[in-house]
């Protein structure tokens, strides 16, 4: 038995706008991480590179400056009052710093020199935390990678007075009479304020966006599903009527040709079957109701009258006509349980007719009384089926024509590239042409001569017609110039 997940609606809608919305979900939860994280590196490195390029900026002014073309170049080397940077000797002292880095961190320690053994390519990473004692909550409350680089042979008059603080590089300088020269480190800060906007105005947009998305998935998944099954449930109502009595109801096929149409046909088929079987099963008990009251009540009479008056009753004439009856109700109970059964495809046995029928017609010779029985058989005629039934079906044919027949019966067998040919033939009344189809019904009656109280079940053209078709065949009334002609066509094996 299937455990069913208890969190999980029974309902097949409700199911379906639930998986959908969990599956979308996931989908846009996945692509909102994804995507914040493939904007967040391309944002982080677009800042690395203009940080990269704005501290080159920085160290190629003092290289200019350096040159004899003074401090100007220190003037426009920072082109932003926000960033944050710091120049310091080999000996660890500030040269000058952002204003902004103390008022950030009241307790801001110097960053280090490069080492000494780089060269003036060299481009350092490293990291620096700024704390804002009494405001932890800021933003700028946060570590930040810091780019160095190195400047060498930097004259005194562009470096002293030491400690200053400013916007830029060159704030505070003040003439100086030494005439050393410095080898500074230039350390500048990655400002992530810029991909900080930009990721907050993503995560601002999709946390609108993404819900937004899974209501509509999740409706649209509702209404496909309602949509989708509403043939499901005009199927469900239908079958829901159908009853014994209503085995002719039908249920509803789409036109959409999907596997819900597919599904309406099969159901379809499967009541045909249905109705098939129940009106099998009513005709047989039909059948055998009206078929077997006769001989039963027959049976009855006779032997309740043989014994009220059991010293005048012919006893031996008794137990003739008992069993005459017997074997009639055993005749008429075999052809309605052949005829009750489903329809099987015949066993593929080789057979040959040529057999079949010289052994039935040597059988009728052997019988005492009635008309005389013979054959004219053209060669082998080989087909595939069931011998006891090919059997039966020549014997009913063959019954048929003796009941009827005033003098003679004929069998006649050939056979062509494709099938083999039967013929039974008898010199009685004869079957009109307005009811040869009429007389392979089940219980015909054509007229006196012809009725099943003359030894008949009433069933024997009905069964020889189903084991005919069970055979892939036909069986025919055709025209004739005296009596009944019976044609029998049998593919060959």
């Given at each position: 038995m299937t455990r069913r997940l208890k969190w999980w609606p029974v309902s097949v809608r409700r199911g379906t706008a639930l998986a959908a919305a969990l599956l979308s979900l996931l989908v846009f939860g996945l692509g909102w991480l994804g995507i914040r994280e493939f904007v967040r590196v391309q944002l982080t490195a677009h800042e690395h590179s203009s940080t990269r390029a704005q501290l080159q900026r920085?160290?190629?002014a003092y290289r200019v400056a350096a040159l004899g073309s003074g401090r100007t170049a220190l003037t426009t080397a920072i082109h932003s009052g926000d960033a944050l940077f710091e120049v310091v000797t080999d000996t660890?002292?500030?040269?000058?710093?952002?204003?902004?880095?103390?008022?950030?961190?009241?307790?801001?320690?110097?960053?280090?020199?490069?080492p000494a053994d780089v060269g003036p390519d060299w481009i350092g990473t490293g990291t620096a935390t700024l704390r804002p004692g009494s405001h932890p909550h800021w933003r700028e409350y946060r570590e930040y990678t810091v780019l160095s680089t190195v400047v060498e042979n930097i004259p005194a008059d562009l470096v002293e007075p030491l400690g200053r603080e400013g916007s830029t590089v060159d704030t505070g300088l003040a003439p100086t009479t030494s005439a050393g020269s410095y080898r500074l480190t230039v350390h500048l800060f990655v400002l992530p304020w810029d991909s900080?906007?930009?990721?907050?105005?993503?995560?601002?947009?999709?946390?609108f966006f993404t819900p937004l998305a899974v209501l509509l998935s999740a409706l649209a998944a509702w209404f496909a599903a309602g949509r989708a099954l509403r043939p499901v449930e005009a199927i469900r109502r239908e079958l829901a009527e159908v009853s014994e009595r209503q085995l002719d109801r039908r249920v509803p096929v789409p036109g959409s040709g999907d596997e819900i149409a597919r599904l309406a046909g099969t159901t379809n088929e499967t009541l045909d079957r249905l109705q098939a079987a129940h009106l099998r099963q009513q005709r047989f008990v039909a059948d055998a109701s009206h078929e077997l009251r006769s001989p039963l009540a027959g049976l009855r009479t006779g032997l309740e009258v043989a014994l009220t008056h059991p010293d005048r009753a012919d006893w031996p004439a008794v137990a003739h006509r008992s069993l005459q009856e017997v074997q009639r109700l055993q005749r008429i109970t075999a052809d309605l349980l052949q005829l009750a059964v489903d329809p099987a495809p015949a066993p593929s046995t080789v057979v040959d007719l040529a057999d079949v029928v010289a052994e039935q017609v040597a059988e009728l010779a052997l019988s005492s009384g009635g008309p005389q029985v013979t054959s004219t058989v053209d060669g082998p005629a080989l087909v595939r089926g069931e011998p006891v039934q090919l059997e039966r079906l020549l014997r009913n044919l063959l019954d048929n024509a003796v009941r009827h027949a005033h003098t003679t019966v004929t069998v006649h067998l050939s056979r062509s590239a494709t099938e083999a040919v039967l013929e039974v033939l008898d010199d009685g009344p004869g079957i009109p042409a307005a009811d040869r189809e009429r007389v392979f019904d089940r219980f015909a009656r054509l007229d006196d001569a012809r009725a099943t109280d003359a030894g008949g079940s009433g069933l024997g053209l009905t069964l020889a017609r189903d084991i005919a078709r069970r055979h892939g065949g036909t069986l025919v009334v055709a025209d004739s110039d005296t009596g009944a002609r019976l044609i029998a066509r049998l593919p060959v094996g």
């Open positions: 920085i160290a190629e660890g002292e500030t040269v000058v710093r952002a204003n902004t880095l103390r008022k950030l961190d009241p307790a801001w320690k110097p960053l280090p020199p490069a900080l906007r930009t990721l907050k105005l993503f995560d601002n947009a999709l946390f």
